[in-house]
């Protein structure tokens, strides 16, 4: 008698845009169909731990709702109204609108835009490809992590740090403006295994009382955008109870004796007045993290998302090098590991098309760019047409306002890639039907530790679904453009990437499952000296110079502090907006991903707003109440939450709903706004202020 089927289990990596970029074991049911994903446990970042949203993958992959075929517009933009076509005659329309917006307007006037819907390099980066290939426009990609970066950068000159898995090592771990247990589940499996095994402390710092902030053993909630005059201040009291490590210094860091001086006045009671926190709690801190010299600053995205953020994230990774924590197994700053893959990605993303260098535009000012701002279009044609993979900027980028006005332009062509009907793909004139990540190969690396993982297709697609490299490969041959990458498969292309950067062969990165590409000890804790031309970190970071991996300086960097500092840039209140709102990630979505699973929605209830209950009550809102949220740039409705867990004044509204989710029908970014953060762009999504009032 034959055995019945069980369940198996294939290898794979979750593609979405997270810094875990989980080691994941997919189900594959005896019917093909797959079944529930697990963190592999012999990952030694994953340790078979993974979020509750991707291990219930199934529901989205065989979700209802799922785009299966190409379609075509017939209502009015936005209608909704397509009707199905086959690939053929979608594609030859694509390519017809892309070549007459090229006749008409040049090839500028075509933006590929796109983003980490997949982090997967084959199928996000190959748009690029056909980009070169066709002279279309850049794009800056500002919307995410141009502000962290830079400001870590500014101080090592590399993006890359102590081995995450040290954090297990660490007999502090201090988790810095990132909700890591609802973004990036790993951070908490290594911290929780330090307090386990070594009794360490896990320090939270965030602008509400997170679950994060919950199992921390300390817990410091300070006011938005403050987080420079809190680093500033413990740096004061290294300096002021011998904590800090003047040998270290000296080797180390280009200006010590200037910080120290710099940081005289920026006492606890300063950073007190300023984050909202009270002198003890800054005191302990300081105390904390100066008598622990195993102390490893895990640094997140969160705090940076600020017209301060560089600043911020430059001062925080200031304190690893005043106190000397780079030294230790378990200490220094970590930010992500972007530096250490040395991947040769030419075939890719043709980097070897000459004529390449187009215009660069700012994926976050998408709105001011489709709604004709000169200085945002760098003085080039207008974008007539756009071809989108891998982001939904109907709802997620900033400045709503303008984009919703930019999509409904008549004379814009839009195509768009997709997976499910979002409220982008609702936008487009023609949609056409996106593989998931277990329905096609790539290759994915890790920002938040030292993998390469590769993704095999482990099922087929629904209906007729195709891979963002079979769109790039069938309209380069519609366009007219040639590159050797648009003759091979997906498969080839990894394959040639790992050879060409010395990573052995596809073959063997399948057998092994995963590469770990952690760079030495030395290197990794800057013990050879630092990425600077004198090896010293940079307490004074020539802002102009910093190699950021993007564009040139822009927002008000010339007045950006010489050292580090808190710089009073943020969208302070005022008496006709009384709130600062943050528009904090949810647990359940993940950007606007997910927003389409039932699990992931039961969970999330509906848009809300976090209001501490002596406000509300100052402002006529009961809980549950129905409110407007409003500022210059416009207004949303959500449902008000009553909450202590936050300083007074300040508002926190988990999520990226759609607007169709939002009474109204206007979602949260209406009130985001795209001007550039310092001193090389970015969008300061929680750095918002507002008014308040019931509904
Ligand atoms: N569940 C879930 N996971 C996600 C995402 C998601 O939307 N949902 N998004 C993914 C993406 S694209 C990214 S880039 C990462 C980002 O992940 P994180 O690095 O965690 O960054 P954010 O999600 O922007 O915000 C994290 C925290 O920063 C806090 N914060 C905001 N302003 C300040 C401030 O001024 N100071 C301090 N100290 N804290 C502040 C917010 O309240 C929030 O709790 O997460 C990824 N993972
Ligand atoms: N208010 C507010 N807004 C924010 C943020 C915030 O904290 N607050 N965070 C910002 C940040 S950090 C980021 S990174 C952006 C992210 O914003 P987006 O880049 O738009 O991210 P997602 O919302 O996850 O949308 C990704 C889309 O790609 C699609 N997709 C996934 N895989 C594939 C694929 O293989 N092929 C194709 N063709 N499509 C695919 C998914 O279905 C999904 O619709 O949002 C930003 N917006
Ligand atoms: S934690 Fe991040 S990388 Fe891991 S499964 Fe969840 S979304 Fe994917
Ligand atoms: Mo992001």
């Known amino acids: 008698m034959n055995k019945p089927a069980g369940p198996r289990f294939g290898h794979s990596a979750c593609p979405h845009d997270c810094p875990s970029t989980c080691a994941v074991d997919v189900e594959i049911l005896p019917d093909g169909r797959i079944g529930r994903l697990r963190g592999s446990p012999d990952n030694a970042y994953t340790l078979g731990v993974i979020c509750a949203k991707v291990a219930?993958?199934?529901?989205?992959?065989h979700h209802p709702d799922r785009l299966l075929h190409p379609m075509i517009r017939t209502g009015a933009?936005?209608?909704?109204?397509?009707?199905?076509?086959?690939?053929?005659?979608?594609?030859?329309?694509?390519?017809?609108?892309?070549?007459?917006?090229?006749?008409?307007?040049?090839?500028?006037?075509?933006?590929?835009?796109?983003?980490?819907?997949?982090?997967?390099?084959?199928?996000?980066?190959?748009?690029h490809r056909l980009r070169h290939a066709k002279g279309y426009s850049r794009q800056f990609d500002s919307i995410c992590t141009n502000p962290a970066w830079t400001g870590y950068i500014a101080g090592t000159g590399r993006l890359a740090g102590p081995d995450p898995r040290e954090m297990a090592l660490s007999d502090c771990v201090v988790i810095w403006g990132t909700n890591a247990v609802a973004t990036q589940v790993n951070v908490m499996t290594h911290a929780?295994?330090?307090?386990?095994?070594?009794?360490?402390?896990?320090?939270?710092?965030?602008?509400?009382?997170?679950?994060?902030?919950?199992?921390?053993?300390?817990?410091?909630?300070?006011?938005?955008?403050?987080?420079?005059?809190?680093?500033?201040?413990?740096?004061?009291?290294?300096?002021?109870?011998?904590?800090?490590?003047?040998?270290?210094?000296?080797a180390y860091a280009d200006c010590p004796e200037e910080l120290e001086a710099h940081l005289a006045t920026r006492t606890p009671e300063w950073a007190a007045a300023i984050t909202g926190l009270s002198v003890d709690e800054i005191e302990a801190f300081a105390r904390l993290v100066g008598t622990t010299p195993k102390t490893y600053f895990r640094l997140g995205y969160g705090f940076t998302r600020?017209?301060?953020?560089?600043?911020?994230?430059?001062?925080?990774?200031?304190?690893?090098?005043?106190?000397?924590?780079w030294q230790h197994e378990g200490g220094g700053a970590f930010h992500n590991n972007g530096a250490i893959y040395t991947l040769d990605k030419t075939m890719i993303e043709g980097n070897d098309i000459p004529g390449r260098m187009t215009r660069r535009l700012d994926q976050s000012r998408i709105g001011a760019i489709l709604t004709g701002d000169a200085e945002a279009l760098l003085g080039g044609p207008k974008v007539a047409a756009?071809?989108?993979?891998?982001?939904?900027?109907?709802?997620?980028?900033?400045?709503?306002a303008r984009v919703a006005a930019g999509f409904a332009r008549e004379d814009l062509f839009v195509c768009v890639h997709e997976q499910f009907m979002t409220e982008t793909a609702k936008m487009a004139d023609v949609v056409l039907p996106a593989t998931m990540f277990v329905e096609h190969d790539d290759i994915y690396k890790g920002g938040g530790h030292q993998y390469l993982l590769f993704g095999p297709k482990l099922a087929e697609a629904p209906g007729e679904a195709r891979e963002n490299h079979f769109v790039h490969v069938e309209l380069a041959r519609r366009l007219g453009a040639s590159h050797?990458?648009?003759?091979?498969?997906?498969?080839?292309?990894?394959?040639?990437?790992?050879?060409?950067?010395?990573?052995?062969?596809?073959?063997?990165?399948?057998e092994k499952r995963w590469l770990d590409v952690q760079p030495d000890f030395r290197t990794a804790h800057y013990l050879d000296g630092f990425a600077q031309p004198d090896g010293k970190f940079r307490f004074r970071p020539d802002w102009r110079r910093v190699k950021a991996p993007n564009a040139g300086p822009m927002g008000p960097w010339e007045a950006m502090p010489a050292l580090p500092d808190y710089w009073p840039v943020i969208e302070e209140a005022d008496a006709a907006h009384p709130f600062r709102?943050?528009?904090?990630?949810?647990?359940?979505?993940?950007?606007?991903?997910?927003?389409?699973?039932?699990?992931?929605?039961?969970?999330?209830?509906?848009?809300?707003?976090?209001?501490?209950?002596?406000?509300?009550a100052a402002h006529g809102i009961t809980e549950g109440a129905l409110v407007e949220i409003g500022n210059g740039r416009g207004r949303t409705r959500v449902h008000a939450k009553f909450f202590d867990g936050l300083k007074p004044g300040v508002l926190v509204a988990e999520g990226i709903w759609p607007n169709a989710a939002h009474?109204?029908?206007?979602?949260?970014?209406?009130?985001?706004?795209?001007?550039?953060?310092?001193?090389?762009?970015?969008?300061?999504?929680?750095?918002?202020?507002?008014?308040?009032?019931?509904?």
């Open 386 to 400: 756009l071809f989108i993979q891998n982001t939904n900027p109907v709802s997620v980028a900033p400045d709503q």
């Open 56 to 61: 219930r993958y199934g529901e989205r992959i």
């Open 192 to 250: 929780v295994k330090a307090r386990k095994t070594r009794g360490a402390k896990i320090v939270a710092i965030d602008v509400y009382e997170t679950e994060t902030v919950r199992q921390a053993d300390m817990g410091l909630v300070l006011r938005p955008g403050t987080d420079a005059a809190l680093a500033c201040a413990v740096m004061h009291v290294a300096f002021r109870d011998d904590y800090a490590d003047r040998a270290y210094m000296a």
């Open 77 to 127: 933009k936005g209608s909704g109204e397509f009707r199905r076509a086959s690939w053929d005659e979608a594609l030859d329309l694509v390519a017809e609108k892309l070549l007459e917006a090229e006749r008409q307007h040049g090839a500028e006037s075509v933006w590929p835009y796109y983003y980490a819907g997949t982090m997967g390099l084959v199928q996000r980066d190959g748009i």
């Open 306 to 325: 600020q017209r301060n953020g560089t600043v911020s994230m430059h001062a925080a990774a200031s304190i690893a090098t005043v106190l000397g924590a």
């Open 581 to 616: 709102l943050v528009t904090a990630p949810a647990r359940s979505f993940l950007n606007s991903t997910f927003t389409e699973t039932p699990g992931s929605l039961k969970r999330e209830g509906r848009p809300e707003v976090m209001i501490r209950p002596g406000d509300a």
């Open 484 to 510: 050797r990458g648009f003759e091979m498969s997906s498969r080839e292309h990894v394959d040639w990437m790992l050879q060409k950067s010395g990573f052995g062969t596809l073959a063997e990165l399948e």
């Open 663 to 695: 009474d109204g029908g206007v979602g949260i970014n209406a009130l985001t706004g795209a001007d550039p953060v310092a001193p090389y762009g970015g969008a300061a999504f929680h750095d918002n202020k507002v008014w308040i009032k019931p509904a």
